[in-house]
């Protein structure tokens, strides 16, 4: 069954560094735009970052950006999320989205299962 396996989340001090890798597991990620949610407790889910399926553009929350570096190796059919400068509201657990546009208004997605991430202060 296709997957995205997600690993790399931890316990860090603040101003710490972690990466989080989303890599597909039974298909590719060539046509596939990647984003990068996280939802902390009690809030909803929101997004952090996305890249496009050739790696050429890349979007960052307001929260992240200058902090946070999304990149891709479709050769390895893997994104990665390089977080820095990491501070206690960057707690949350941590989900990868993938999405191919089929046509006629109709996406493929899938979702990862999630790995959490917990900044200490």
């Known amino acids: 069954q296709p997957q995205l396996a997600e690993s790399g989340g931890a316990l860090v001090q603040s101003g710490g560094s972690l990466r989080l890798s989303c890599a597909a597991v039974?298909?590719?990620?060539?046509?596939?735009?990647i984003g990068w949610f996280r939802q902390a407790p009690g809030k909803e889910r929101e997004g952090v970052s996305c890249?496009?399926?050739?790696?050429?553009?890349?979007d960052y929350a307001g929260s992240v950006e200058g902090r946070f570096t999304i990149s891709r190796d479709n050769a390895k059919d893997t994104v990665y999320l390089q977080m820095n400068s990491l501070r206690p509201e960057d707690t949350a657990d941590y989900y990868c989205?993938?999405?191919?546009?089929?046509?006629?208004?109709?996406?493929?997605?899938?979702w990862g299962q999630g790995t959490q991430v917990t900044v200490a202060s």
């Open positions: 039974g298909f590719t990620l060539d046509y596939y735009v």
């Open positions: 890249i496009s399926s050739s790696g050429g553009y890349t």
């Open positions: 989205h993938a999405r191919e546009y089929v046509g006629s208004n109709q996406y493929r997605t899938y």
